[in-house]
């Protein structure tokens, strides 16, 4: 039987959408996950997708009730661009959500006012989870570092959400490091084209396409995985492309650490995952570009929540919307 809703414990709820699996879970208001689900998407688009998170976001609200929980706030990661004045989202690798109305979809389904709902980009959750239960805890000015099949940060100052004037903020793929420029920059700029994981492949088979030797890697045949392991068997493809990277990255934090003055960057993603073993070399190169007292500040650190960390930062920033926190 289910208590009076003056008896119910507070909870908020979270929602995780990835390119292809959707998370979702109810948190206690000290953080702790209470109940947790997951599916397989497929990235199916349109309606179609904006019905599965409207599905989960209902499942986990009728669970919460059944077990004596009060859903207080919801938080939605998208794995895009939140466009919080027209109440939009655009996700790139989900179809038909150039401008998709999710905001709308959710709170025509819950139909209860009372319960603010907050959408944000997956970068930006991805910092805020990390400020709630991962390594950014205390901090008031942080980044998350997010490098996977493309490259971009959330960015925390002063306890805030850096978002801009569209919610495009953070989107340092296209921070301009090197001259001349490229019209291969255009899609996803310079640095996401060097030093993302798709960056990381295409470079590798590049160079074996022009004639560099490598015992490891074939040039159709390249994954950022196949790079790693390379790397570790002192492949000198793997070595020139990676050891690229590390520049590209470290000039990065540079950038950020000269223009925003963090306490920590986070770095997180697909990429790292093996890259951790280059912090302290992605640390040394930023030392050479930055400004000299803040770079003496910062730590570089690695995400303690890893795949978990838009999931949790999508319940805290429902807690932070309830709570004004």
Not at 6 to 19: A, N
Not at 286 to 295: T, Y
């Given at each position: ?37 997951e599916i ?13 998170v409207v ?7 009728s669970?919460a009730?059944?077990h ?10 998208i ?9 939009t989202v655009w ?17 025509d389904?819950?139909?209860?006012p009372?319960?603010?709902?907050s ?16 390594n ?11 490098i ?7 960015i925390?100052s ?7 004037m569209?919610?495009?903020s953070g989107?340092?793929?296209?921070m301009?490091l ?20 798709t ?5 590798a ?9 490598s ?9 950022v ?12 493809v ?12 470290g ?5 950020l650490?000269?223009?925003l ?23 040394e190169e ?10 003496q ?13 838009g999931?949790?930062?999508a ?11």
């Open positions: 039987m289910v208590k009076t809703t003056d008896s119910m414990q507070r909870v908020v709820l979270g929602i995780d959408l990835g390119g292809t699996k959707l998370s979702g879970a109810l948190f206690s208001i000290d953080g702790e996950p209470i109940h947790r689900t397989q998407h497929g990235a199916k688009g349109g309606v179609e997708t904006g019905s599965l599905k989960m976001v209902l499942d986990l609200k669970h009730q059944d004596a929980y009060r859903v207080e706030s919801i938080g939605i990661c794995p895009g661009i939140s466009n919080q004045e027209q109440r996700a790139p690798n989900i179809p038909e959500w150039e401008a998709y109305p999710l905001y709308k979809e959710l709170r389904a819950i139909n209860n009372a319960i603010p709902i959408i944000e980009s997956d970068r930006n959750c991805y910092i805020l989870g990390e400020m709630w239960k991962g950014a805890r205390q901090c008031s000015n942080a980044i998350f570092m997010a996977g099949t493309g490259i971009g940060i959330g925390v002063n306890g805030q959400i850096i978002n801009g569209n919610g495009i989107a340092i793929g296209w301009a090197d001259r001349p420029y490229s019209k291969e920059y255009e899609p996803c700029g310079q640095l996401e084209f060097h030093a993302s994981g960056g990381i492949a295409r470079k088979a590049n160079l074996i396409k022009q004639g560099a030797k015992e490891y890697l074939n040039a159709d045949q390249i994954s995985r196949n790079v790693f392991s390379a790397y570790a068997a002192h492949d000198p793997a070595v020139e492309v990676l050891e690229k990277c590390i520049e590209y990255w000039m990065a934090v540079a950038n650490v000269s223009l003055n963090p306490e920590k960057i986070i770095f997180g993603g697909g990429v790292f995952g093996p890259a951790i073993q280059f912090l302290d070399d992605i640390y930023a030392c050479k570009w930055a400004q000299p007292i803040s770079i500040q910062v730590k570089l650190e690695t995400s303690a929540l890893q795949g978990d960390a999931l949790y930062g319940g805290y920033m429902a807690i932070r919307n309830e709570f004004m926190l």
